[in-house]
């Protein structure tokens, strides 16, 4: 009996040994929206810039140092940013994704200052992770592909990457220590400005080329790009539809490889699942941004995401969504407290992060009972990053972001909107879903499901 039990212990050592052995984590960065004429001084009729005096009425509110949800990022705001992952799992983290839109949409600086500002943010990032790899994505709001933009990057990216990433803003990074396969993808080449263009049929040849080759060397791959497939109500067409359903069918065709899709844009935190005759095979996860600001949907508090990872298959195990009160720090006057919102799993109670997973708890947003109103308003919660907005969803808007999670083809989230407009209007519903009981609960979900 002693020896069984000894040889039990020695198992479950050496299980735990190797199993922690696996874990790593990468950290998810997403619209900064720099703004480098942001100041306390200024005024937001003119994007928190420095007013005229000849052309200001003087009446323009106080400004916080950090930033205001009126306006994108400040210098301090991303600073703050950086001093803060330096503090979570350092020693862990095996690569960051930078997933896009340095800019601040605003700034009206030549192209030289801009690459100044972009430059500013490639050092910062370089001090803050001088040990590990930072893997750029490049935003609609970022410069073109170019020789400058590589040779700005080029101490992160292999000679390889850089040549793909030249021509086209795309590159994968295999890599040598495990079987994971990162896949950056230059989501701007799917608009519908860009997708019929020689540049987007070379990614897609290039594409279905590093999937083939991923396939065959049983690698498993994440997808990393700055717009998500799909569509959104404040962002109702990112990408032609051709180019949406060619992304899709391409999911499809290798979901078996594909360990993750992480996408930013939406300044929102919301997640996608992607189906295949109605059984769901993919997922794709958004991350809220950096920047404060989120036009023309409102506002947000800014957010940083850490995922935590089997590093030998890529398998996604969790990850911790941190936020910055925006409000709060501002008032705190030199204090920037940046801290965990919430754990994925523990916050919607899932037994593993997968395509089944988020279908299932896709469902439960879908309004109906007590509970389910509850899981709602959860998620809205994150998807606003804490921030304390004072609109209300109705029944309408609740559909809008299930239509958005599960119906990635634009055809089928016209349709699935339209159906639930149409029933709602059949049962007479006008005034906002649960109105006088949403900031009680979402007071409370404060309290309870926040995750330290």
């Not at 590093?311 to 969790?318: E, F, Y």
């Amino acid at each position: 009996m002693e020896i069984a039990n000894l040889v039990l212990t020695l198992i479950c050592v050496i299980s735990f040994t190797c199993t922690h052995a696996k874990i790593g984590y990468f950290w998810h960065i997403t619209d900064f929206h720099y703004d480098p004429l942001y100041t306390p001084q200024g005024d937001t009729r003119r994007h928190c810039r420095r007013a005229d005096e000849r052309g200001s009425s003087g009446h323009h509110r106080a400004l916080g140092r950090f930033g205001d949800y009126s306006c994108d990022s400040s210098l301090e705001l991303i600073e703050s940013a950086a001093r803060y992952m330096r503090t979570r799992h350092s020693e862990n983290v095996e690569f960051v994704l930078w997933t896009g839109d340095i800019i601040a949409a605003t700034y009206t600086g030549n192209e030289d200052t801009k690459y100044q500002a972009i430059r500013n943010m490639t050092e910062l990032l370089s001090q803050t992770f001088s040990s590990h790899f930072v893997f750029p994505v490049l935003g609609h709001l970022d410069p073109a592909p170019s020789a400058s933009l590589t040779n700005l990057w080029m101490h992160w990216l292999p000679l390889e990457a850089m040549q793909t990433f030249q021509n086209g803003g795309y590159y994968t990074i295999e890599q040598s220590y495990s079987k994971l396969r990162i896949v950056v993808l230059n989501t701007n080449l799917f608009s519908a400005r860009e997708s019929s263009s020689p540049p987007a049929k070379r990614q897609w040849d290039w594409l279905d080329g590093e999937l083939e080759k991923a396939t065959n060397n049983k690698d498993m791959v994440y997808i990393v790009g700055h717009a998500a497939p799909g569509s959104d109500s404040r962002y109702p067409y990112d990408t032609s539809p051709d180019a949406n359903a060619k992304y899709l069918r391409t999911v499809r065709r290798h979901a078996r490889i594909i360990a993750g899709q992480f996408f930013g844009h939406l300044h929102a935190d919301t997640f996608r699942v992607i189906y295949d005759n109605d059984r769901p095979v993919s997922w794709a996860l958004l991350a809220p941004s950096v920047s404060p600001h989120r036009d023309p949907g409102g506002s947000s508090n800014p957010g940083l995401r850490l995922y935590k990872f089997d590093t030998n298959n890529g398998k996604v195990l969790d990850y911790t969504q941190y936020y910055l009160d925006l409000a709060a720090a501002n008032r705190n006057a030199g204090a920037a407290e940046w801290t965990a919102e919430y754990n994925l799993t523990q916050y919607y109670g899932l037994h593993e992060v997968s395509a089944v997973s988020l279908h299932n708890l896709a469902d439960k947003l879908r309004i109906g009972t007590p509970h389910e109103t509850n899981v709602f308003y959860k998620y809205l919660r994150a998807y606003n990053v804490r921030y304390e907005s004072s609109d209300n969803c109705d029944g309408a808007c609740a559909h809008q972001h299930f239509c958005a999670i599960t119906c990635l083809e634009h055809l089928a989230y016209r349709q699935c909107v339209e159906a639930a407009a149409s029933a709602l209007a059949a049962a007479g519903e006008s005034a906002p879903l649960v109105a006088p009981l949403v900031n009680v609960l979402l007071t409370l979900m404060g309290l309870v499901f926040l995750v330290v």
